[in-house]
């Protein structure tokens, strides 16, 4: 670590953090320290600050938005990477568009819709960034990114450049299975020319759907576990009377059951002791063993 310390200091000087909180850069406002914390500004910074972790051996963790983590208390480990101001551009030519992995999702919906390309009007109100979406395979209403995708940037482990075709991300429901420590930088799509006033309703529509079903003004993650074939996650733990309860200062909302709210000062243990009360409950209650869509990163 002290060499990749050194390393790393010598090239990006202050903008290197050492020992630094992450709870401010997620959604749950939840999570201890990075050993080290960089926002890196260009793909040839990103290159070379994964390169020198790989010749150091020390781990990287790619952070977008963190909005859909819950970062141990503890922290994490190693080398957190974060993608800056760089990276948030977005291109359009005709019905390709190209966004920058740190670009927001709710940015790149808005643009689009406008410009009356059809393809991701479901995005309405998921936070987060377009690299976080697509490691995610963001969705909701019978959407979801992968559709879409005709090319993901990246820069490998290793610290090379690389560009992946969709086969090769391995989208799935809430996941992908990119190459091992693949930080991404920018995603190549393809929307379908639309009639704007049209998909403007439907971004409407996503929206009020969401503001009916989801807590507003609490930190949280989103739905905390998968939707298990032909069941909806939220439904079983509402079953199983999980609405409400609580462990420290972490609840399940009592407006989604499938979402965990800090209600001020909770611990990534108190979210993580709420997730295994709710997975035994609702396995005891109804046999379904529930698959978390939140990710709990770091040092447990
Ligand atoms: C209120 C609320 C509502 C939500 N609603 C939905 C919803 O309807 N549908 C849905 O799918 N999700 C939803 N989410 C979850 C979350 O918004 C999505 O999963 C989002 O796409 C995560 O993006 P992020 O940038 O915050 O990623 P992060 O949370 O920062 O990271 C998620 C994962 O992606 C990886 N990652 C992030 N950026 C990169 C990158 N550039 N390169 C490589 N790896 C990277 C991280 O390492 C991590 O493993 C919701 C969350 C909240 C808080």
């Avoid at 670009?103 to 690299?131: K, N, Y």
């Avoid at 809430?174 to 020319?193: N, Q, Y």
Wanted: charged share 25%; net charge neutral.
């Amino acid at each position: 670590m002290n060499g990749l310390e050194r390393q790393l200091g010598e090239r990006f000087g202050e903008r290197l953090c050492v020992n630094w909180p992450l709870a401010p850069f997620t959604s749950f406002r939840i999570g201890g320290p990075a050993d080290l914390l960089l926002t890196v500004e260009s793909e040839e910074e990103l290159c070379f600050a994964k390169a020198a972790a790989n010749r150091n051996a020390v781990p990287v963790f790619s952070l977008g938005a963190g909005t859909n983590l819950v970062v141990s208390d503890r922290g994490i480990r190693g080398l957190v990477i974060r993608l800056g101001d760089g990276f948030r551009r977005i291109e359009i030519d005709g019905c390709n568009v190209t966004a920058g992995a740190a670009a927001d999702f709710g940015v790149l919906v808005e643009t689009v819709v406008e410009r009356a390309l059809a393809g991701l009007e479901f995005g309405e109100g998921i936070p987060g960034s377009v690299g976080g979406g697509l490691v995610m395979n963001a969705g909701a209403f019978g959407g979801e990114i992968s559709p879409v995708v005709t090319r993901v940037h990246g820069v490998t482990l290793e610290g090379e450049r690389r560009a992946l075709a969709p086969e090769e991300v391995g989208f799935a429901y809430r996941r992908t299975h990119l190459p091992a420590g693949f930080a991404i930088t920018r995603v190549d799509l393809e929307l379908k020319p639309g009639c704007r006033e049209s998909l403007r309703a439907r971004v409407l529509e996503v929206r009020a759907k969401r503001a009916l079903r989801q807590p507003r003004g609490v930190p949280n993650a989103g739905s905390i576990f998968k939707n298990p074939p032909g069941k909806f996650a939220g439904r079983l733990l509402e079953d199983a009377g999980l609405k409400g309860t609580r462990a420290g200062n972490a609840a399940f909302s009592e407006r989604h059951a499938n979402f965990i709210v800090n209600l001020g000062g909770a611990t990534a243990e108190d979210v993580r002791a709420l997730m295994e009360t709710a997975r035994e409950r609702v396995r005891l209650m109804s046999g379904v063993t529930l698959e978390p869509e939140v990710r709990l990163v770091g040092e447990w």
